[in-house]
């Protein structure tokens, strides 16, 4: 069935929203002001419900969905290792690094197609 514009942007823009909150969720893990200045129960949340989203969005697709599927739980992971070392082991603080340029790169370029998506419109 195809989809129409709006329905694809609003599924590339659920994309950069996840990865905005997961990238602000690794930024959490290392960084104390960070992990002051949003509630991580706001932060769970949003994460969880925008996730939960994209899965279903996904079930079309279920190689794309387990590619996702497997991003978040590494992500994280990473995230939750982080945290319970305090931050101070320099490979998971690298990994952590690693992840968020490829949220970076990923969110920049998906916020682009929105742009121009919208634009379009």
């Known amino acids: 069935m195809p989809v129409s514009a709006q329905e694809q942007t609003d599924i590339a823009a659920a994309f950069v929203r ?16 960070a992990r002051k200045s949003y509630p991580d129960s706001e932060l769970q949340a949003h994460l969880d419900e925008t996730r939960q989203q994209l ?7 279920p ?12 992500i994280l992971g990473l995230g939750a290792a982080c945290l319970k070392s305090g931050a101070a082991d320099t490979k998971t603080r690298e990994s952590i690094q690693t992840e968020r340029a490829i949220l970076k790169d990923k969110t920049i370029a998906l916020s682009d197609l929105v742009a121009v998506y919208r634009a379009l419109a």
């Open 18 to 33: 996840l990865y905005v909150f997961l990238a602000q969720y690794l930024d959490r893990c290392v960084d104390e002001a």
């Open 55 to 61: 899965m279903e969005i996904l079930s079309v697709n």
């Open 63 to 74: 190689v794309v969905k387990r590619k996702l599927a497997d991003e978040c739980d590494r």
